[in-house]
């Protein structure tokens, strides 16, 4: 059974930072391309940074500089780390494992970041 299960997010003011942590189980975490995706209220879901499994990045503009994706194969885990954070970062989380040539793509629960002061 697949388990993604996100932690570290939470009520931070504008200019704060957030970890995210999203730690795997059920799958072959390194044949994975890890990433966070996130959903605004009345908004579509989106790529937030993703990792391949080879180290390769990509990261929406409206992030590059602020977030940083990485993970850790050993630990089964896929982090965000966020810094600088705006109110318009406020949105459910979601930790995504995918394997796109297969169709393999699995979603976490999701998880509440809110930027408020």
């Known amino acids: 059974q697949v388990q993604l299960v996100e932690s570290g997010g939470g009520l931070v003011q504008p200019g704060g930072s957030l970890r995210l942590s999203c730690a795997a189980s059920?799958?072959?975490?390194?044949?994975?391309?890890m990433g966070w995706y996130r959903q605004a209220p009345g908004k579509q879901r989106e790529l937030v940074a993703a990792m391949t499994p080879g180290g390769s990045t990509n990261s929406a503009d409206s992030v590059k500089g602020r977030f940083t994706v990485s993970r850790d194969n050993a630990k089964n885990t896929v982090y965000l780390q966020m810094n600088s954070l705006e109110p318009e970062d406020t949105a459910v989380y979601y930790c995504?494992?995918?394997?796109?040539?297969?169709?393999?793509?699995?979603w976490g629960q999701g998880i509440q970041v809110t930027v408020s002061s």
């Open positions: 995504n494992a995918k394997i796109t040539t297969i169709a393999y793509n699995y």
């Open positions: 059920g799958i072959r975490f390194s044949s994975y391309t």
